[in-house]
């Protein structure tokens, strides 16, 4: 989770880096279509690798995974051309996260069941880890060593990671010879799997949003946040979500993962449009007063928005395994991420094109990403409503 999470937490610093040397030539929504893709396939990939965990283990999809993800990594340093980007971290890189990731949950399910949020929660803080420790690393090695030594120590420390992951990696189950490897659609003829996987869509169109843009719209405050903090933002973005997938793991056992997950879904909404979005109308405004205004609102939502976000890598599985079978739980994430994968695919090019429709502004990026987290606060509601009723008091 450290090496591929990590990977994918560091986005917005490849985004701001390559915004501004080898694709300054380029426009944002162009080139967030590389990091989207990127997280499409991470997710998307999901749909054949989940049935492949449940009929046949953990160990060759790790294996290969991490490969892919080594060779991305490493050869991220050479690349130069828009499309070499594409190929190298879009494609190669979101095969390898998909490979690693789908087992590592379904894996941590397999051996936790009262537990189980609990135990997803301290697995996905390794990602958190990640995405605080690559920016600040990446940060202090560009002027340093520049962007291919850089990436290249980074793959070095994926190396270790990932064999780490090889030799524990394991299921509790046996595979099962006689089952099917392919996904099975039939599954969303269950309403509440059906609104989970609606709701998970929503968490995700709108999550990918601060972790790639949010260096990009401090660099873009005119001073009120310098270059050098700027990249800082996204390791406290990062900090409060290693938090955020433990913590609300540790309560969703004992309060219910449901009744967590809507909590924790509310806090995305309300710092996003409360926070974030007055941050940025501030930096549209030339008012003398606003630098300090601007400086705190960023720090408070990068804290905030990451601690009370860490819920949707840490229970959005959890909340998918309380509607299947356990013998069935790669398969039914792997379903459910592929369709969140699609607004993986989308979310990164409308932020840029609503950022390059705004003038540059961010206000329109920070009001969308709070659209997102009502819709999918509306689903997970929803089913909460189904399942247990009205009551505050049931836990679920």
């Not at 936790?112 to 958190?128: H, M, S, Y």
Request: proline share 5%; aromatic share 14%; net charge positive.
């Amino acid at each position: 989770m450290m090496a591929c999470f990590g990977y994918m937490n560091t986005v917005g610093t490849y985004q701001a880096y390559l915004a501004m040397n080898q694709l300054s030539s380029y426009s944002e929504s162009t080139i967030g279509w590389i990091f989207s893709v990127y997280i499409f396939l991470s997710f998307g990939a999901g749909v054949q690798v989940g049935p492949f965990f449940d009929k046949h283990g953990p160990f060759w999809l790790v294996v290969i995974g991490s490969i892919c993800l080594l060779l991305s990594i490493m050869l991220l340093g050479v690349c130069s051309q828009y499309w070499h980007f594409m190929l190298v971290f879009g494609v190669l890189g979101g095969i390898g996260t998909a490979m690693i990731f789908t087992p590592a949950v379904s894996s941590v399910g397999h051996w936790f069941l009262r537990r189980r949020a609990n135990a997803t929660g301290i697995a996905t803080c390794g990602g958190a880890l990640g995405g605080v420790i690559f920016p600040l690393m990446l940060q202090d090695l560009f002027p340093k060593v520049g962007w291919a030594w850089a990436t290249r120590i980074q793959g070095f420390i994926f190396i270790l990671l990932l064999l780490v992951a090889i030799l524990l990696l394991r299921a509790r189950l046996p595979p099962r010879p006689g089952g099917s490897a392919w996904p099975d659609v039939s599954v969303f003829k269950d309403l509440p799997f059906a609104l989970v996987t609606a709701g998970a869509y929503f968490l995700e169109w709108g999550l990918f949003i601060p972790v790639a843009y949010l260096t990009s719209y401090a660099l873009d405050t005119d001073g009120a946040i310098s270059p050098t903090f700027a990249y800082q933002l996204l390791a406290i973005f990062n900090a409060g979500s290693f938090f955020g997938r433990w913590v609300p793991g540790y309560v969703a056992d004992k309060l219910g993962r449901f009744n967590t997950q809507i909590v924790a879904v509310f806090l995305c909404a309300a710092s996003s449009l409360a926070l974030w979005l007055p941050a940025a109308v501030y930096a549209t405004s030339e008012s003398s007063s606003s630098p300090q205004t601007i400086l705190a609102l960023t720090i408070v939502y990068a804290a905030l928005m990451g601690f009370a976000s860490g819920s949707n890598i840490s229970l959005t599985p959890v909340c998918v395994g309380m509607l299947c079978p356990t013998k069935d739980y790669g398969r039914y994430i792997a379903t459910t991420y592929t369709i969140v994968s699609l607004g993986c695919l989308t979310g990164l090019p409308i932020a840029g094109a609503l950022i390059s429709a705004t003038g540059g502004s961010y206000w329109a990026v920070a009001l969308f990403t709070g659209g997102c987290y009502i819709c999918g606060l509306c689903c997970f509601v929803a089913v909460r409503v189904m399942k247990a009723g009205w009551k505050l008091a049931v836990i679920y």
